[in-house]
Structure formats: C-alpha cells, structure tokens
C-alpha cells in the first residue's frame, strides 16, 4: 500500500472558504515537507516540518510523529491557491530522500 | 539565487536513444536529489548526492539509468536506450543540509520518448 496517504484527492472551494488536507504515514516519518505543483508545473516549497506546527499567513500545518500525520491547513481560500497539494516525508536516519504522497488537487472558485 | 536550473526543459527521443538531462543545484546546497513524475506512479525517488558523493540510488532503474555529479555546480541524469515508459517529467532538487532541510526543486525536464 501507499506509505503516505494524502486526503482528499480532490477538493473544490468557494473563494474565502477554509479546508484541511491530510497526510497519513505508514513509514516512520521524521520530518514532512509540504509543497504546492502550480498549474506551470513548478514545486514550490510550502513547509518544512519536524514534529509541531508552523503557520505562515494563511496556511499552518502540523505534524505529529507519534499518531503518524500532517496536516495543512488553508484559511480565506484565494484563486492562487489553485493546483496540486504534495506532502512528502523523510524516513530518518541520515537518508533525506522524500516519499510523496499522490497529491490534493484544490480548485478555488469566485 | 536563480534557484535550480534543470536543461533542456522538453527532449523528445526515438526509442533506443540516449538521454542526458542536467541539473545545476542552488549555489552552497550539499546534497541534491533526482525525482521523477508520472501520471500513475506520482513523485517518485530516484536518487541522491550528499557533497556529491552517491548516498542512495534505490529508486533508479538498474540497467539503463544512472546518475553523476563530477562537480558541486551539476548532475547529470543519463537514460541509455530510452524506452516510451521512460517519459516523465525528471525533477532535480538539492538542499543546504546534507542531513536533510527543506528541498528546493527546479522546473523539471519533461522527457517524451517516442
């Protein structure tokens, strides 16, 4: 099975609405990256995460090694945060490679 | 910063060809990483340079891929005799940290193997 389970798919939102997306692990996450794919394709780098929460203008995002889960939270939903959610988890030890999850694809709708 | 810099940005081969895709990582990043994108298999890994020194190439297909990084300012990503299962898009990131940090991706290469 999928060693990070994100959820939901797919999400629809109605501008200046709020929603959380979820991220489980099967794998012994240390740390947990959070990236946005653009509808141009690039990755851009929401968060970096050790066990807590971070908060950076409208988004926050928390994750909880011992219970296996990040989430990210998205607050006064605009049309820019269109496009595809990706978390990504390390596994420790001295190995920094990232295991993905299969995205979130958000729409923002006026 | 002109972030991480991947060329060409689009290749299309002929199936049988030889690909090389190259990666500039951001300017004092230690370890840099290859990934790639498909439509059913998602990001996947491939592999990963720490002070360009190969750490773990668990993701790359044996027989036909592999990777260098003869100097701190590129990689490189050769696939010999491409096949159409190939194409992806191939993304390099790299990070300050050789232990770990936050990931910086570049635009990606799409390849299209014909």
């Known amino acids: 099975g999928d060693k990070v389970k994100q959820s939901p798919s797919a999400l629809s939102l109605q501008e200046g609405t709020n929603s959380a997306l979820r991220c489980n692990f099967s794998?012994?996450?240390?740390?947990v990256q959070w990236f946005l794919q653009n509808p141009r394709g690039s990755l851009i780098n929401l968060f970096y995460?050790?066990?807590g929460t971070k908060e950076n203008g409208r988004l926050k995002s928390a994750f909880d090694s011992k219970e296996s889960y990040s989430t990210l939270h998205i607050r006064d939903a605009q049309l820019e945060d269109s496009g595809t959610y990706f978390c990504?988890?390390?596994?420790?030890?001295?190995?920094?490679?990232?295991?993905f999850g299969k995205g979130t694809k958000l729409s923002v709708k006026s | 910063n002109a972030g991480v810099i991947q060329t060409p940005r689009h290749k299309v081969t002929g199936k049988g060809q030889e690909a090389t895709l190259w990666c500039e990582p951001i300017?004092?990043?230690?370890?840099v990483f290859w990934y790639r994108q498909t439509i059913v298999q998602g990001l996947e890994f491939l592999t990963y340079?720490?002070?360009?020194?190969?750490i773990d190439d668990s993701g790359m297909p044996k027989e036909r891929f592999s990777a260098q990084m003869p100097n701190q300012s590129h990689s490189t990503l050769k696939i010999q005799s491409t096949q159409p299962q190939d194409s992806a898009v191939y993304l390099c990131?790299?990070?300050?940290?050789w232990g770990g940090g936050t990931q910086y991706f570049g635009p990606g290469t799409r390849l299209l193997v014909l």
């Open positions: 990131a790299s990070s300050r940290d």
């Open positions: 995460l050790v066990p």
């Open positions: 794998i012994a996450a240390t740390t």
């Open positions: 990504a988890a390390e596994a420790g030890g001295s190995n920094a490679k990232l295991t």
């Open positions: 300017s004092g990043h230690s370890a």
């Open positions: 340079f720490r002070n360009q020194a190969p």
